[in-house]
T-cell receptor, first 115, second 111 residues
Framework: DGGITQSPKYLFRKEGQNVTLSCEQNLNHDAMYWYRQDPGQGLRLIYYSQIVNDFQKGDIAEGYSVSREKKESFPLTVTSAQKNPTAFYLC??????????????FGQGTRLTVV | KQEVTQIPAALSVPEGENLVLNCSFTDSAIYNLQWFRQDPGKGLTSLLLIQSSQREQTSGRLNASLDKSSGRSTLYIAASQPGDSATYLCAPMDSNYQLIWGAGTKLIIKP
């Protein structure tokens, strides 16, 4: 089945630790995104990538880093510089199709908790 | 800067009712608009995509309309069922191909 796979589903981080969230897609989409979701708020964009080996900061990139070495993969590292990392993290991908527009698809999310 | 507002924030109705969820956005220069559904603790599921040149899209019991000039979209759910209970999010795509998010409408359908 085609789709976006995020792992792990739950992740616990100790203070001062870096952790990496995985996002893999087999949809052959060019663009990939990372969002953060906090209770009662809209999704906030962390980083996005329109093409392999290129990525751009979103609205809340501080304390996060990404890489895009392969089209299928867009891992997100939450560094110790991120002071409030407890949140639900969503990965998405999109493709622009002539006549249809640009549609985004999402993974099932990773819930990160600081312990 | 584009801002998205979804009204109501929460809605609880008996099963079988037809209902309307509202989404407004401040900048009409959008590329398209997508409606999503999110179940608790889960990712987002795409429901409908409306291009900026379209007025509406339908999928089963769902119908989404778009009035770009007035900055409004509505999601109509016919004959609601308990399985429709979820949070519904609308997201217009701006001219930079970025989705802009509202806080969502939490819908509860009572059996």
């Amino acid at each position: 089945d085609g789709g976006i796979t995020q792992s792990p589903k739950y992740l616990f981080r100790k203070e001062g630790q870096n952790v990496t969230l995985s996002c893999e897609q087999n949809l052959n989409h060019d663009a990939m995104y990372w969002y953060r979701q906090d209770p009662g708020q809209g999704l906030r964009l962390i980083y996005y990538s329109q093409i392999v080996n290129d990525f751009q900061k979103g609205d809340i990139a501080e304390g996060y880093s990404v890489s895009r070495e392969k089209k299928e993969s867009f891992p997100l590292t939450v560094t110790s510089a991120q002071k409030n990392p407890t949140a639900f993290y969503l990965c998405a991908s999109s493709i622009q199709v002539a006549g249809t527009g640009t549609e985004a698809f999402f993974g099932q999310g990773t819930r990160l908790t600081v312990v | 800067k584009q801002e998205v507002t979804q009204i109501p924030a929460a809605l609880s109705v008996p099963e079988g009712e037809n209902l309307v969820l509202n989404c407004s956005f401040t900048d009409s220069a959008i590329y398209n608009l997508q409606w999503f559904r999110q179940d608790p603790g889960k990712g987002l599921t795409s429901l409908l995509l409306i291009q900026s040149s379209q007025r509406e899209q339908t999928s089963g019991r769902l119908n989404a309309s778009l009035d770009k000039s007035s900055g409004r979209s509505t999601l109509y759910i016919a004959a609601s069922q308990p399985g429709d209970s979820a949070t519904y999010l609308c997201a217009p795509m701006d001219s930079n191909y970025q989705l802009i998010w509202g806080a969502g409408t939490k819908l509860i359908i009572k059996p």
